[in-house]
């Protein structure tokens, strides 16, 4: 690890791959020897417009985005994008089926509210978010304009290991905090959309893969913005206004070292690792640390655990001493409280290592 630096638990923004940044500051000044940084340059120069040709190519390759599917980058982040699916989707069908799974599937549902009617295909609040029901379960309406799901819910630690089956009903799906860590069914889905800022770079945009039948604009409201228009941007080659350059600059260096690594297979098998043995440090503490979610609903992504049956006092000791072994950024969302561990991409698996074994430790020394 570089001096200085500490393990980053963070949900987002979060740790980025060292070699990743490293990259970056070689590049910062003096882009390839062009005489300046990605950050002053013209989103229409030859350098910029090269950057983001690569960048759309990596993800194509990466994620195997199929040749008709367009390959969407815009601003305003995934919460944009909630309003976008149903300002582009919802055509002349008003009715859109949620299944809510979390926190942020909740806020994309109430979203879709405002320009039609999104309908709770399941919701899992009364358990505080710790499950994912049967499909046996779901209340799916064929007539629909599209599903939506969170593939993973970042607050609550709940992952779907499995692509939802709707039937003929086109298929959409929040994947922000779970992006380029696995392999992905990309023709499953109608739009699968992502903020990069968790496993693929910095804050500032995010990625969609779209179907051809909801790109030409056939679906879209007459009110849309003209910015939230997936016609309009698809059209446009991601580029009808300045895009936010940087951060797809950094995008596309992460996933040039994804592809250097592996692509999605290896962060895959990282992800398993890391996780793995994290759930396994929570599971073997005899109930000292306790994770709600239901084991076949956990995420790979961000762990959240509680301390001796949710006792605050020891959670802070927990945390102000994670600190001193830097260990970094573990406290829950500030709605659900207890401790959370995210472990996106550019945490190293080393760092789980040393989380568990405080854990240990803190356990041997606190336990009543
Ligand atoms: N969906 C999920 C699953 C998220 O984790 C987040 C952000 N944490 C969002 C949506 C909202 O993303 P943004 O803050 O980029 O709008």
Same mark, same amino acid.
């Given at each position: 690890?570089?001096?200085?630096?500490?393990?980053?638990?963070?949900?987002?923004?979060?740790?980025?791959?060292? &070699?990743?940044?490293?990259?970056?500051?070689?590049? *910062?000044?003096?882009?390839?020897?062009?005489?300046?940084?990605?950050?002053?340059?013209?989103?229409?120069?030859?350098?910029?417009?090269?950057?983001?040709?690569?960048?759309?190519?990596?993800?194509?390759?990466?994620?195997?985005?199929?040749?008709?599917?367009?390959?969407?980058?815009?601003?305003?982040?995934?919460?944009?994008?909630?309003? $976008?699916?149903?300002?582009?989707?919802? !055509?002349?069908?008003?009715?859109?089926?949620?299944?809510?799974? #979390?926190?942020?599937? &909740?806020? /994309?549902?109430?979203?879709?509210?405002?320009?039609?009617? #999104?309908?709770?295909?399941?919701?899992?609040? !009364?358990? @505080?978010?710790?499950?994912?029901?049967?499909?046996?379960?779901?209340?799916?309406?064929?007539?629909?304009?599209?599903?939506?799901?969170?593939?993973?819910?970042?607050?609550? #630690?709940? &992952?779907? $290991?499995?692509?939802?089956?709707?039937?003929?009903?086109?298929?959409?799906?929040? *994947?922000?905090?779970?992006?380029?860590? @696995?392999?992905?069914?990309?023709? @499953?889905?109608?739009?699968?959309?992502?903020?990069?800022?968790?496993?693929?770079?910095?804050? !500032?945009?995010?990625? #969609?893969?779209?179907?051809?039948?909801?790109?030409? +604009?056939?679906?879209?409201?007459?009110?849309?913005?003209?910015?939230?228009?997936?016609?309009?941007?698809?059209?446009?080659?991601?580029?009808?206004?300045?895009?936010?350059?940087?951060?797809?600059?950094?995008? !596309?260096?992460?996933?040039?070292?994804?592809?250097?690594?592996?692509?999605?297979?290896?962060?895959?098998?990282?992800?398993?690792?890391?996780? +793995?043995?994290?759930? +396994?440090?929570?599971?073997?503490?005899?109930?000292?640390?306790?994770?709600?979610?239901?084991?076949? /609903?956990?995420?790979?992504?961000?762990?959240?655990?509680?301390?001796?049956?949710?006792?605050?006092?020891?959670?802070?000791?927990?945390?102000?001493?994670?600190?001193?072994?830097?260990?970094?950024?573990?406290?829950?969302?500030?709605?659900?409280?207890?401790?959370?561990?995210?472990?996106?991409?550019?945490?190293?698996?080393?760092?789980?290592?040393?989380?568990?074994?405080?854990?240990?430790?803190?356990?041997?020394?606190?336990? @009543?």
């Amino acid at each position: 690890m570089a001096e200085g630096r500490v393990y980053n638990f963070s949900a987002g923004p979060s740790a980025m791959p060292l &070699e990743v940044l490293e990259e970056v500051q070689r590049e *910062m000044v003096n882009y390839k020897g062009c005489g300046m940084s990605v950050m002053e340059m013209s989103h229409r120069s030859k350098e910029f417009m090269a950057i983001a040709a690569e960048a759309e190519k990596n993800l194509r390759d990466i994620f195997g985005v199929p040749s008709d599917y367009k390959v969407l980058m815009m601003q305003g982040g995934a919460t944009l994008q909630f309003s $976008s699916i149903p300002l582009n989707m919802l !055509g002349s069908k008003t009715k859109a089926d949620y299944l809510v799974t #979390g926190q942020w599937g &909740e806020k /994309a549902h109430k979203e879709c509210n405002k320009y039609g009617t #999104g309908q709770l295909a399941c919701n899992t609040k !009364g358990t @505080k978010f710790t499950t994912i029901p049967q499909k046996s379960e779901w209340k799916l309406d064929p007539e629909a304009a599209y599903v939506h799901y969170c593939a993973n819910e970042t607050v609550n #630690g709940v &992952e779907f $290991s499995y692509t939802p089956d709707v039937d003929t009903v086109p298929l959409v799906a929040d *994947m922000s905090s779970n992006f380029c860590s @696995k392999p992905i069914e990309v023709s @499953k889905h109608a739009f699968i959309y992502a903020g990069i800022q968790k496993n693929l770079g910095p804050a !500032g945009m995010s990625v #969609g893969f779209l179907r051809p039948d909801f790109a030409d +604009g056939s679906k879209e409201l007459k009110i849309c913005p003209t910015y939230c228009s997936f016609k309009t941007t698809g059209d446009n080659g991601s580029m009808y206004n300045t895009p936010a350059c940087f951060t797809m600059y950094v995008m !596309g260096e992460y996933l040039k070292y994804t592809k250097k690594l592996g692509g999605l297979a290896y962060w895959a098998e990282q992800s398993d690792k890391k996780s +793995g043995l994290l759930y +396994g440090a929570i599971d073997g503490s005899n109930g000292f640390y306790n994770c709600p979610v239901e084991k076949t /609903a956990r995420s790979r992504m961000n762990v959240p655990f509680t301390i001796n049956g949710g006792d605050e006092a020891l959670e802070k000791k927990f945390l102000d001493e994670a600190k001193k072994h830097k260990l970094y950024t573990l406290a829950g969302h500030r709605s659900v409280g207890g401790c959370r561990a995210s472990l996106y991409n550019g945490l190293p698996l080393e760092g789980v290592a040393k989380l568990t074994d405080f854990m240990k430790s803190f356990m041997d020394e606190n336990r @009543k």
